[in-house]
C-alpha cells in the first residue's frame, strides 16, 4: 500500500496526470472507469481563483465517484498561492498539488508551472505559503530542472519534503525540453534512492505501454506512475498496465464496441456537465484518438465533428460498430500525443 498522509492507494498506483484541456470530470471519469487511481484537476491559476473568474472556478468541479482526487494550482505570487489554497478547502478534494512543470510560454513568462525551476528557494517559499494555509496533504509535480545544466530535482526533493509536502511527481525532461526527447528517469531513481526521502515518488513520462510501466517500475523503483499523453483516447491503458504487473499477461485490446461505449460515456458526460453547446463542440478534438487505428474512417468522423446533436452522434457511433465489427485492432505502444501547447506535467 502507498500512502499520502491518510490517503490509502494500491501497491504501485496509477495516477492520472493533469493535462489542461484534457482532466476534466468527464475524461477523469472513463479514466477512473478503467483504472486510475489517483486523479487531479486541469491545473487553476491562483489569480484566476482570487478573481473569482469562471474557467477557474469551474475547474474546482470534482465529484464522489472519482475520489480519490486532487485539485491542481500554479502560480508565482506567495500570497495569492496561499488564497487559493484557502478557497480549494472549501470543496473538499482529497489533496492539493502544486504545479512547478508546466513548461509553456505563457505560464513560465508570469513566473509559474516550470518557470519557478529557476528559482528554488521562491519554489520553497511558494510551496510553504501553500502548506500552511490549507488542512489538506499537498503535494507537488514538477521536472528535473530548467536545463540539462540546471537538473536539481535532488535538492528540489529534499527542500520540499522538509516544508511539509507529502508525495512528488516527477516529468523526466527539463523545461526546455518541453515533450521532446526522451524521459530520463536516472534522476527519478536518484531521488527514491535518497535515504532522506520519507514520502512516495512517483514517475512520469514516456509510459506508452504495460511492458514499459513494468520495466520502468523494476528499474527505477519509483511508488507509482503517472500517465498523462497515453490516455488521450485510450483509457484502457491504466487496466492494462495493472493486469500485465500482477500477470504478465495482456488483456485483449478494446473492441470496436468498448471503444464507442466509452465514446459515448464520454460524450454523455460532457453534454451533462458543460451543457450540449460546450459539450459536444469540445468532444470533438476526442474522436481521432479514440478511433485511431480504424481503415478508412474519415468520412464517419467528418460527421461525428460536425453534428450539433447528441442522438445523431449516437447513432453515428452505432453505424461505426457495425461497419467496423469483428475488426481485430493491433497490439502496438501508444503514440503518445504531441501536446507542446499544452501542460501535461
Given amino acids: ?39 487531479y484537476t486541469e491545473f487553476i491559476s ?52 502544486i504545479n512547478f512543470g508546466c513548461p509553456v510560454k505563457k505560464v513560465v513568462s508570469k513566473g509559474a508551472g516550470a518557470g519557478v525551476l529557476k528559482d528554488i528557494d521562491l519554489m520553497v517559499r511558494l510551496t510553504k505559503a501553500v502548506v500552511n494555509s490549507t488542512k489538506l496533504p499537498v503535494t507537488v509535480k514538477t521536472r528535473l530542472g530548467w536545463d540539462d545544466n540546471t537538473i536539481n530535482i535532488e535538492e528540489v526533493a529534499e527542500r520540499l519534503q522538509d516544508v511539509g509536502i507529502k508525495a512528488l511527481a516527477i516529468h ?33 513520462g514516456d509510459i506508452d505501454s504495460p511492458e514499459k510501466a513494468l520495466a520502468y517500475k523494476n528499474r527505477y523503483g519509483v511508488d507509482g506512475i503517472m500517465i498523462g499523453r497515453a490516455a488521450i483516447g485510450y483509457p484502457w491503458i491504466f487496466n492494462e498496465i495493472k493486469h500485465f504487473v500482477k500477470t504478465g499477461e495482456h488483456l485483449p485490446p478494446p473492441n470496436i464496441q468498448q471503444r464507442v461505449e466509452v465514446i459515448k460515456q464520454h460524450l454523455h458526460r460532457s453534454v451533462e456537465w458543460k451543457g450540449p453547446f460546450a459539450g459536444i463542440n469540445e468532444m470533438r478534438r476526442h474522436y481521432t484518438n479514440y478511433l485511431k487505428g480504424l481503415p478508412n474512417i474519415k468520412e464517419f468522423r467528418a460527421k461525428l465533428v460536425t453534428l450539433p446533436e447528441v442522438a445523431p452522434i449516437d447513432e453515428v457511433l452505432d453505424e461505426i460498430v457495425k461497419h467496423y465489427d469483428g475488426f481485430e485492432f493491433q497490439r502496438t505502444p501508444i503514440q503518445l500525443i504531441d501536446y507542446h501547447e499544452k501542460c501535461a506535467v
Fill in 1 to 39: 500500500m502507498v500512502k499520502i498522509e491518510n490517503i490509502e492507494l494500491p501497491d504501485f498506483p496509477l495516477l492520472l496526470a493533469p493535462m489542461e484541456d484534457v482532466s476534466d470530470p468527464p475524461f477523469r471519469a472513463v479514466c477512473k472507469t478503467n483504472g486510475a487511481d489517483l486523479m
Fill in 172 to 204: 523526466g525532461r527539463t523545461r526546455c525540453q518541453l515533450y521532446k526527447g526522451v524521459a530520463d528517469w536516472t534522476h527519478i531513481a536518484k531521488v527514491k534512492e535518497n535515504p532522506r526521502i520519507q514520502i512516495p515518488i512517483f514517475g512520469n
Fill in 46 to 97: 491562483s489569480e484566476g481563483l482570487i478573481r473569482d473568474a469562471i474557467k477557474s472556478r469551474q475547474k474546482l468541479d470534482i465529484f464522489e465517484s472519482e475520489r480519490p482526487v486532487g485539485i491542481q494550482i500554479f502560480g508565482g505570487d506567495e500570497e495569492a498561492m496561499g488564497l487559493s489554497a484557502k478557497i480549494v478547502d472549501t470543496v473538499n478534494p482529497d489533496l492539493l498539488d
